[in-house]
DNA sequence: CAGTGGTCTAGACCACCGG
DNA sequence: CGGTGGTCTAGACCACTGT
């Protein structure tokens, strides 16, 4: 009878949501648990620490271990490239370059990127589409600052997504989601009515404490984002 | 010199953003970090094991541990009470209850919680104020072959969200955001004219098997939800 | 088949913090 | 202060899977 962590896991698991266990309600120690499994201490930590990690339990030395009084709901969405994601859903994608040209960073990205007055940056538009029809809109800000090598990118035929991915492929990055209504040049692109409700993701993103692009995701009318926990 | 499993993790998650380890890029075996580090095999194996889970490395038996080629994005995004995040906001959290009423539960309905014909349900219609202002319209089903004692509750003064917390602590979720235009409803409880673009949460909630409530949350025009990873 | 990661063990020391 | 979780060790066996 061989009892794995992901068993004790499971059992734990179990009693909070049958409710055996009550938000609140204190374990037993690590050591009473590894006995009453008949398995080492480090084994029932391991199942515990995961528990604590995905929010089911509040560790406390000394304190032991509870149920949390507040289950802490978290939810986890991938965040795909716009081609994989169309490409998951069976679609043919398609990448549309509308404009691409160099510009001096407006006051409102200076402050969001924290960029020196007079930085310069690359502005790109784009469109993805999924099996002809625009799914996304893609509002681009690339700093020139960190990414000089930019200019001479050709935006024509790679999105600039698919670039900076290979260029910088592991950064940090600040997300948001909102609703906006479709202004003209967003009506356009994805060939709705202006005002219509858009679900909108922004992006800010850094490198090594140097911001490199902000973009502005814009996706078809009735997108949702959906996942389980 | 205690080289414990943060310190590698940070070493190797260095590599990996500095470009040092590229991406695809294979790894040294754990036994053979474990001698570089001087230390045992479990730590290098924990510190692996977690950069994998936070998606920066893909390993197999046999194959060893590789730097991913395309960097998994998964965002987290907690979902607190609504409650817990006004009052977070240093605003005054305020519940109103527009209506409450047991009815039969529409087709659509039945098809996304999987309930029976002639499924009863409580819908319950209420607001969320912040400060004053409208933050969050809740429209709410609960399932009363799950839930019955929802009958007899009375919702004046405790929001259902707050009362299913206490009753199902630990449930599973799916959940949805998207943006919808002000229906006349929505615009009446937010204050807003109707079809303004707004920030729609759906979220179905199942216990053991048995549906147990979907609501439909809408956001007060120009709320963003945010996160960094 | 053989090499890699996956997991368990028994023991140890330590840091934190509640009583 | 002493009990709890946090972490490390040295060793072992196993499961998967590429060659």
Redesign the pocket.
């Known amino acids: 009878m061989?009892?794995?962590?992901?068993?004790?896991k499971a059992e734990i698991r179990g009693r909070i949501t049958d409710g055996s266990w009550k938000p609140g309600a204190l374990?037993?120690?690590?050591?009473e648990l590894?006995e009453r499994y008949?398995?080492?201490?480090?084994?029932v930590?391991?199942?515990?620490?995961e528990l604590?990690e995905e929010g089911l339990l509040e560790?406390?030395?000394?304190?032991?271990?509870r149920v949390r009084a507040t289950p802490l709901r978290e939810a986890r969405f991938e965040i795909p490239a716009v081609q994989d994601e169309i490409e998951a859903l069976g679609a043919v994608y398609r990448y549309r370059l509308i404009s691409c040209a160099e510009v001096a960073a407006p006051g409102w990205l200076r402050v969001r990127l924290d960029l020196a007055e007079g930085a310069r940056a690359l502005r790109v538009v784009c469109v993805h589409d999924a099996d002809g029809a625009p799914y996304q809109a893609e509002d681009r800000w690339i700093s020139l600052t960190a990414l000089p090598e930019a200019r001479t990118m050709d935006f024509a035929n790679v999105g600039p997504g698919a670039w900076l991915l290979e260029t910088v492929p592991y950064s940090d990055v600040e997300i948001s989601f909102g609703a906006v209504g479709a202004d003209g040049t967003q009506a356009g692109l994805l060939g709705c009515a202006e005002g219509v409700a858009l679900f909108q993701a922004e992006r800010a993103t850094w490198w090594q404490g140097q911001a490199i692009t902000y973009v502005r995701l814009a996706f078809r009318p009735g997108y949702r984002m959906t996942t389980r926990y």
């Open positions: 061989a009892t794995t962590f992901r068993d004790i374990l037993p120690g690590e050591l590894a008949g398995c080492a201490r480090a084994t930590n391991r199942a515990m620490r604590a560790r406390k030395r000394k304190a032991g271990t």
